[in-house]
């Protein structure tokens, strides 16, 4: 139960990986192949058996495994839309680097999927037929559609809740994407899991970052002065810190220390070494928790992929 809760809360590491592979230009949405026409097939691969997919059903396990099934139809709609581009994304990419490639895993497409006996399992026999048929309800209600920026297929990277704003690609991850950039995101303090404060001995996170960190010039006396925030970027997140001589980025900080985002503080709380961190995820794309808030308020899912994704379009392919 713990890894399908980890699989249902965290996106693969290969979102973080994919912004710093050239974009993939896709050719105009008028000679863009329809989805059923398209020559290849997904499959998903448990215990040595292959199961083949049909593309829609394939999507039902990917948004079932990315976003809570209790969120509004609207945000579930918008989740749909991105996952639909996201596999296509990978497909065409993964097809440039091999055009004879008919065949794609699950796993190879980028986004957790789990199937219906995990959904069931994760649900309960209570939930499981009315959460199934809303996320049904919500890949055929919109069916076929993609998000372009410029008539090329965008990645459509989201991550669980924001702090107020999200991040722009560039200051992120150093790579310059149009529709990637800060859009407010100002529901996101609401939710429960905005903020997380913990605290530790000076000598217990020297212990974890010095096992991590070999070289890493730090002590337990002198702890806070050691162990600092190098650099942050515009919206608070840290993308350097010291540790002593030594400078690693923020993001790999966190997740060292298993905290939720890369946007936190470290503070003297009477000797202990309290860290107040803010969000989920890596800020970057459409907060959840923020799409979800807004299809509450009234917005529909192209509304919520608008705001979120800077300048994209919303395009039928069929």
């Known amino acids: 139960m713990k890894k399908l809760i980890v699989k249902l809360l965290t996106v693969s590491t290969f979102v973080l990986l994919l912004p710093f592979i050239l974009t993939l230009i896709i050719s105009d949405k008028d000679n863009f192949p329809s989805i059923e026409t398209m020559d290849y097939k997904i499959y998903y691969e448990q215990n040595g ?16 495994a990315n976003m809570p099934a209790a969120y509004h139809i609207e945000a579930l709609k918008a989740q749909a839309v991105i996952s639909r581009t996201y596999a296509l994304y990978n497909i065409s990419l993964l097809s440039q680097e091999n055009p004879y490639k008919k065949e794609f895993s699950t796993s190879e497409l980028g986004l957790s999927y789990i199937d219906p006996d995990e959904m069931e399992r994760y649900w309960g ?21 993609i998000m372009v920026y410029e008539d090329d297929l965008v990645l459509p990277v989201f991550f669980g809740t924001g702090t107020g704003y999200t991040r722009s690609a560039k200051e992120a991850w150093g790579v310059d994407i149009p529709y990637l950039v800060s859009v407010s995101s100002k529901h996101d303090v609401t939710s429960v899991n905005y903020l997380r404060i913990t ?84 800020g970057v794309g459409l907060s959840q928790y923020g799409a979800n808030a807004m299809a509450q308020e009234g917005y529909t899912y192209d509304d919520i992929l608008t705001h979120y994704y800077t300048g994209v379009k919303i395009i039928n392919i069929k």
Do not use: W
Request: aromatic letters at 12%.
């Open 49 to 64: 058996n292959k199961q083949i997919l049909d593309f829609d059903r394939y999507l039902i396990g990917v948004v079932a």
């Open 125 to 145: 026999n209570d939930n499981y037929i009315n959460y199934f048929s809303k996320l049904e309800n919500a890949i055929y209600a919109t069916k076929d559609e």
């Open 199 to 282: 605290e530790y001995e000076p000598a217990v996170l020297v212990g974890i970052l010095t096992q991590k960190y070999p070289k890493a010039d730090i002590d337990e006396k002198t702890f806070f002065q050691d162990v600092t925030v190098a650099e942050r970027d515009s919206t608070g997140y840290v993308t350097k810190m010291n540790l002593g001589s030594l400078t690693v980025s923020g993001e790999e900080f966190a997740k060292v220390l298993g905290l939720n985002s890369n946007n936190f503080y470290i503070e003297n709380y009477d000797g202990m070494a309290r860290i107040i961190c803010t969000g989920v995820g890596h």
